[in-house]
């Protein structure tokens, strides 16, 4: 059974840091993405960031190019999200996801559809 586990989320003055963690379960094999999305309250959900954990290629979302990056420590199942430059409105519930299709055609790694296991989320909260 996957399972992925999200951590991290605090509060955090505009501007500043935080890193997000994924810990994840239950794989298979390396074939498989993993994705944070985010849900600000009245909001559609978005994703942010993803990362092929087979061969570490990452995508990002357009509203956090520049500012947030995607890594993994395979020895600890484990993918990051380290959040720099932070803005109010990047204020939200951070998800985990994982999938073992999303990867494999153009444009779909964002598409919350093609996940089918998912983290509890994590609260970032982004003080102005």
């Known amino acids: 059974e996957v399972q992925l586990q999200a951590s991290g989320g605090g509060l955090v003055q505009a501007g500043g840091s935080l890193r997000l963690s994924c810990a994840a379960s239950?794989?298979?094999?390396?074939?498989?993405?993993i994705t944070w999305f985010r849900q600000a309250p009245g909001k559609e959900r978005e994703a942010v960031s993803g990362?092929?954990?087979?061969?570490?290629?990452?995508y990002l979302g357009d509203s956090v190019k520049g500012r947030f990056t995607m890594s993994r420590d395979k020895a600890k199942n484990t993918v990051f999200l380290e959040m720099n430059s932070l803005k109010p409105e990047d204020t939200a519930v951070y998800y985990c996801?994982?999938?073992?299709?999303?990867?494999?055609?153009?444009?779909?790694?964002?598409?919350?559809?093609?996940?089918?296991?998912w983290g509890q989320g994590t609260l970032v909260t982004v003080s102005s």
């Open positions: 239950g794989f298979s094999s390396d074939d498989h993405i």
């Open positions: 996801a994982g999938s073992y299709e999303a990867h494999k055609y153009a444009d779909t790694w964002d598409k919350a559809d093609e996940y089918n296991y």
């Open positions: 990362i092929d954990y087979g061969d570490g290629s990452t």
